[in-house]
């Protein structure tokens, strides 16, 4: 009889065992089943053209020995693919993250430290990049979260300029962090500031008294800003780009103008250094947590949850440290 159909591969580990142990006892053993089952299974290499004799005696016939190595060396690959398929897997789901400093500096590693207890095996990818380039990544499927602090009218314009077929955005706000104006005590400036008292809201149209410190030509904030003028004869006063708040911070620091800064980045030490009153609450860093609707993660959910969470307890912390001092 003439091979009928094609083995598998635990035939052909039943093939090994037998050249091995050269027993069909001790193969069916080795495979805890029963004698007749392995003699069942050995009909697969016995007959014309066989691996193995069919006199009685179970032994590799000559083709048996030649094909010996390639069976090995087909099991071995094979258990090679399983192990590399078991291991696909089991890899640990990953989520990738994009946002800018402010999140990084707040609340974010909070809310990482938060899902690293709670799921241990969950990997969270962060990117620090610019915000036009998150919400692209959050837009093409790049990202799966991104926190971004630009207001709703620069995402809509975003995601047209980005997509004619716009995917479905879920936008959720996480916290509005306080802004405020300071300056170097003994300058101008500071005395600019000084005019409004303590504990009250620094108005917008006084900004146009000050010497402001450059904020980014793409950052939200100041486009607000600008948006408030817009319809105004006077206009705003921007100096040269100071990267970001921290910049904006030291520029204040060496008396060369005025910064605006979210509040959480000024500590109590800060207000001997400066006079500080917080802005008009019509401008604030609003940020938002954003991704597609068709986000399918096991830990999604809880990650978003902890976010969540870390930025709002973070913007209490803040209102309660400075509450009754600006």
């Known amino acids: 009889m003439a091979l009928s159909e ?26 805890g089943v029963s004698q007749p089952s392995i003699t069942k299974r050995l009909k697969v290499f016995q007959g014309k053209n ?7 005696t179970v032994a590799l016939t000559d083709s048996g020995r030649r094909v010996l190595p390639a069976v090995r060396e087909l099991v071995r690959h094979y ?9 696909q897997v089991a890899a640990p789901e990953a989520i990738c993250i994009a946002t800018g400093s402010s999140a990084s500096q707040f609340f974010l590693p909070a809310a990482i430290a938060a899902m690293r207890a709670q799921v241990p095996e969950l990997e969270i990818q ?31 314009l975003a995601r047209s300029a980005e997509h004619r077929v ?37 108005p917008l149209s006084k900004l146009c008294e000050l010497a ?33 708040w921290l910049g904006v911070k030291e520029y204040a620091r060496q008396g060369l103008g005025t910064g605006i800064l979210p509040l959480a980045l000024l500590s109590r030490e800060d207000t001997e250094a400066f006079v500080i009153r917080r802005l008009s609450s019509e401008v604030t860093v609003n940020h938002n947590l954003l991704h597609r609707e068709d986000i399918d993660h096991r830990h999604f959910a809880a990650l978003k949850a902890a976010i969540v969470s870390a930025a709002r307890q973070h913007q209490d912390e803040v209102t309660r440290r400075w509450r009754g001092l600006i």
């Open 6 to 31: 094609s083995p598998a591969i635990e035939d052909l580990r039943l093939l090994l065992a037998i050249a091995e142990t050269g027993n069909v006892t001790q193969a069916a053993k080795l495979f």
């Open 50 to 56: 066989a691996l193995l004799t069919s006199d009685g």
């Open 79 to 87: 258990d090679q693919l399983k192990s590399f398929m078991k291991q």
């Open 126 to 156: 962060v990117q620090a990049i610019r915000g036009k380039e998150r919400l692209s990544g959050v837009l093409a499927g790049t990202f799966d979260l991104v926190i971004v602090s630009h207001d709703c009218l620069q995402i809509n």
């Open 166 to 202: 716009q995917p479905k955005l879920v936008v959720e706000e996480l916290a509005r962090q306080t802004l405020c104006v300071v300056a170097l005590r003994g300058t101008p400036e500071a005395d600019v500031l000084s005019t409004t008292l303590a504990g009250q809201e620094f």
């Open 212 to 244: 402001l410190i450059g904020l980014d030509g793409a950052s939200g904030v100041r486009r607000q800003l600008e948006r408030s003028f817009a319809s105004q004869s006077t206009k705003l006063s921007f100096g040269p780009n100071a990267a970001g």
